[in-house]
Nanobody, 124 residues
Framework: QVQLVESGGGLVQAGGSLRLSCAAS????????MGWFRQNPGKAREFVAA????????SYADSVKGRFTMSRDNARNTVYLQMNSLNVEDTAVYYC?????????????????WGQGTQVTVSS
């Protein structure tokens, strides 16, 4: 069983940056592909980024490509999401997730473990 805890969310002005972290425990972190998703009230959970268990492969939603960077540190059991050039459309609760099904997973249903989420609010 893997436990995931996100941190780093907050309030930022449009054009600013935030770095989210997700600390994992209770499993062999280096064997899990990881993902970031986001969700607003009344809307479906949306894929943001994913990374392979080695960190060699990443995938991004078109809406964040070129602005967000996902990375991982297997020695620290942590993944990161560096978010630059934030805009109001990036406002959401951001969730970290872990999976062992595929190399890089884009679908929420591929993920077995989820964190509790961290709020990101971008003001105009």
């Amino acid at each position: 069983q893997v436990q995931l805890v996100e941190s780093g969310g907050g309030l930022v002005q449009a054009g600013g940056s935030l770095r989210l972290s997700c600390a994992a425990s209770g499993g062999i972190f280096s064997t899990y592909g990881m993902g970031w998703f986001r969700q607003n009230p009344g809307k479906a959970r949306e894929f943001v980024a994913a990374i392979s268990w080695t960190g060699d492969s990443t995938s991004y939603a078109d809406s964040v490509k070129g602005r967000f960077t996902m990375s991982r540190d297997n020695a620290r059991n942590t993944v990161y999401l560096q978010m630059n050039s934030l805009n109001v459309e990036d406002t959401a609760v951001y969730y970290c997730a872990a999976q062992t099904k595929v190399w890089v997973a884009l679908l929420p249903n591929d993920y077995a473990y989820w964190g509790q989420g961290t709020q990101v609010t971008v003001s105009s």
